[in-house]
């Protein structure tokens, strides 16, 4: 994990996480990221410790997610230090597997896609009230 | 561009339909590769990839549990297979039980029935054959002088245990109790099991293991059951109980015999002399003449009385009167044939009949009788007695009657005679 510009920004090997000033922790996929199980596990991490011991929306931006293998699809799916999910998608690529993860696994937190960032903000912020 | 239009001309399309097929058809495992452009195309390879992942996935989660269930179902296939095993030994051993008890109880309604002790002998044999069909064994009895047991009958192909022994050789009389060796290499075995020759060369190999059964009853021994099993041909250790319970019942059935033999013995014969008694000449002398006319034979009737048997009474007493009956009795019985029957028909009146024997062949048994008693030393109280003499009348079926009264009228009117004409001499009925 490296820090970059955001206030408590962490990097992993393929994403870059910080806690959101509204309390939403947020993720950013790289460009062309491919997501293993290695990655999925050091992303959880990341996000644990950036939540500061507490239970938050995640918007996750998986725009420029290019793959991400069977074992991270379901260390994501059982992830359980999270308190709902939003994941941001647009190309092609990103919504297959965005609409694949949903329809294939069993998440322990609720979970939507989104194209558009407002909304998935919107939508996060009623699970802090 | 359109995607219809992208696809007539992009040769991902193949690719992508051959992913597609490859999937349907099995092959799980089958991947494809996105390019670089992240457009429509590697969108659907992308989720054909992830497709095959999930389907494979979830396929090697059904072969696990299938994997599983059947190794279940092999371990309790297995288990039932053994449960199923013991049930079969468990039946077969509760067949064989009750069959036993069935042959148990025949042998036991059969021995009470026995009127013999033959009889009883054969029962025990059939009744060892059927319930130990392949072990040989043998009935001990003590012998007259009760020094010995012996053989009074035997089954199988092999017996290792002596024809006689004495009650130290074996160990189940030494200690009244059932003995068992299941180990002849390393047990105590009795002295009577051996190995015994069978010809020059070859010998019967020592059993492989045997019981001796003492026949005890109310203290008394009687005999044993020997029974062993040759090298080869099963244990006996499971036997134990049967062979006591068999023991238990020709115990008691041979005891029940014995008692009603001597009974039997004491109702027919004469005490006093050892010969049968008036009312077992009267029981047969019927049947003998029966028996002389369905046969087309003859049948001889000897009478005779001991002359002046009243003096000897009353001169040396009573005493020496019985040792005179006592040695004549002996007498007798050595010296007639076992079909004869040798009676005692009151003091000192004795009455034999001879089955096939001719008038002819009857007087001459008389007189020889006549003159060997004449030559017989009886001694009283270390005294020699006087010489006795016999007075005989004979007679014969069919030369002096057809029926039990004519014939003893006919044989008493010749001892009579006898008596008349001096005594010491055979007369024959006329």
Known sequence: MVMDNHIGETRTRVAKIWLREDGIVQMVVDHQAKYTLADTKEGLACIVKVSKGKRRPLLADARNLKTMDFAGRQESAAFKDVMSVAILIDSAVSRMIGNVFLATQKTTFPVRLFTSETAAVEWLKEFLQ | MTLQEKTTQDPRLDEALELILQITSGNLEARGTPSERGDEFDAIVTGLNMLGEEMSAAFGQVSEARDQLEERVKERTAELEMATEKLVVLINDLEARNS????????GKLLQTSLTSDEAYATIKQSFQKLFPDKSGALYIYNASRNLLEINVAWGDTLSSEEFFTQQECQALRNGLIFQVDDLQTALICQHVQQKAKTMETYIPLPAGYICAPLITRGETTGTIYLETAPGSGSLSAKKPLVDAMSEQIMLALTNLKLQETLRDQSIRDPLTGLFNRRYMDETFGREISRAVREGHTLGIIMFDIDHFKEFNDVLGHDAGDTILRELGTFLLEQFRGED?????????????????????TRKRAESLGKAVKQLDMHHRGKLLDKITLSIGVAS?????NDTETLARAVDQALYRAKNDGRDRVVTAQ
């Not at chain 2, 036993?100 to 042998?107: D, K």
């Not at chain 2, 029957?341 to 002819?360: H, M, Y």
């Not at chain 2, 079926?397 to 009657?401: L, Q, S």
């Open chain 2, 397 to 401: 079926f069919p030369d002096h009657g």
């Open chain 2, 341 to 361: 029957i040798t009676c005692r028909f009151g003091g000192e009146e004795f009455f034999l009949i001879l089955p096939d024997a001719s008038l002819d062949n």
């Open chain 2, 100 to 107: 036993e008890i069935v042959l148990l109880g025949e042998m």
